[in-house]
């Protein structure tokens, strides 16, 4: 048997989403929307229960999830949302080149290294010449970060781009990451705060404050 088949995700197929319950993330993804800049059609990784499938939608941009759980699959399903149900851990059910854009929202930190490298390889031969996969995972340089005993596979956004680069990306850009806030957030600069966190970044690209670990990566 094929490794990939050996190795398949079966600790997924149920997921606890209730923290997730009565939270409102359509302002969250229109943020993740705007730095991602997706090129459509969009494919996603572990899409969950559709929020940013429902963001893509608004903004009238053809996109697909992938995902495991019998939750998020009902969720989306009585939303209308596109999903297909699939264990990204195995080949995708898309043929090579289908997609402009991919997108992997702290997805990849809930598979072993090894299968996460083989997902970066299989999320390449689904873009078509020229497309980008968008990756955030948690930074392990951020507390929180270890409070999911789910968290197995955590790296820093110099090693996300290591393993990227690994995976046959031409390029990787580390643009997208964010200092953490170094002040008071109760002084509620907003705006301000995620611009000056960005340019804090590509000033100082210091691994140990990125508030997040993530990356573009274009085939």
């Known amino acids: 048997m094929d490794q990939a088949f050996r190795d398949r995700d079966r600790r997924h ?42 963001c893509a939608r608004r903004h009238d941009v053809r996109a697909v999830g992938i995902e495991s759980s019998r939750e998020g699959i009902a969720t989306s399903a009585a939303r209308r949302l596109p999903v297909v149900r699939g264990d990204i851990t195995v080949p995708f059910p898309f043929r090579d080149d289908a997609f402009g854009s991919a997108f992997a929202h702290h997805v990849l930190e809930h598979v072993p290294p090894t299968v996460a490298r083989r997902v970066m390889m299989e999320v390449r031969r689904v873009l078509k010449p020229g497309g980008f996969l968008f990756v955030v ?34 390029r990787v850009s580390l643009g997208t990451n964010y200092w953490l806030p170094f002040w008071d957030p109760r002084t509620r600069l907003g705006q301000i705060t995620r611009l000056a966190s960005g340019a804090l970044w590509k000033v100082a690209p210091i691994d140990r404050f990125a508030g997040a670990s993530s990356a573009m990566a274009w085939k």
Not at 18 to 28: I, M, N, T, W
Not at 137 to 166: C, G, K, M
């Open 137 to 170: 995972s948690p930074n392990p340089f951020v507390e929180s970060a270890h409070d999911d005993p789910d968290h197995i596979n955590l790296f820093t956004p110099r090693e996300l781009r290591r393993d990227l680069r690994a995976a046959g990306y031409r």
């Open 13 to 54: 197929l149920t997921y606890d989403y209730s923290r997730y319950r009565g939270l409102d993330y359509g302002g969250f993804y229109e943020v993740m929307y705007r730095r991602m800049r997706p090129v459509p059609p969009i494919v996603e990784l572990g899409s969950g229960l559709g929020f940013f499938l429902d």
